[in-house]
């Protein structure tokens, strides 16, 4: 698998507040990566939950939106996110890849696993996607 550099859009903020990085795209598949930092902590000096909510959204996002066209964007929004909390990170940075696993000409369903570079899985989650324009 590989990233067509092509195809890589400039960061948007959020992105850039947390700091993932899209890493592969092709159809029906996407994954990201995030380093883990403090300042993605919550009061325990854990990764905060959203992170990870944020973190299976976007990778799943993406997953139903490939065009492989670089001029002919496909935007997501998502209708329905479900996050599932499986474990506690034991590397140093968060993988995200998700899959487009049906829809039709309006909405898509996708699923997204984070696992870190040790191999533990840290969350999962499905959601729901209506496609917009550009």
């Known amino acids: 698998m590989s990233l067509d550099p092509a195809l890589v859009e400039d960061p948007f903020e959020f992105q850039n507040l947390l700091g993932y990085r899209i890493t592969d795209w092709s159809e029906g598949y996407a994954r990201w990566k995030l380093p883990i930092t403090e300042k993605l902590g919550n009061r325990y000096g ?6 990870y909510a944020s973190l299976l959204d976007t990778t799943m996002g993406f997953a139903g939106c490939y065009t492989g066209d670089p001029e002919k964007r496909l935007l997501g929004m998502t209708l329905s996110l479900n996050v599932n909390y499986l474990g506690q990170p034991k590397g140093k940075v968060l993988i995200a890849e998700g899959h487009k696993t049906g829809g039709g000409r309006k909405t898509f369903f996708a699923e997204a696993l984070i696992s870190d570079d040790t191999g533990a899985r ?13």
């Open 46 to 51: 854990l990764t905060h939950g959203g992170v």
């Open 122 to 134: 840290i969350a999962s989650g499905t959601g729901v996607f209506r496609y917009r324009s550009a």
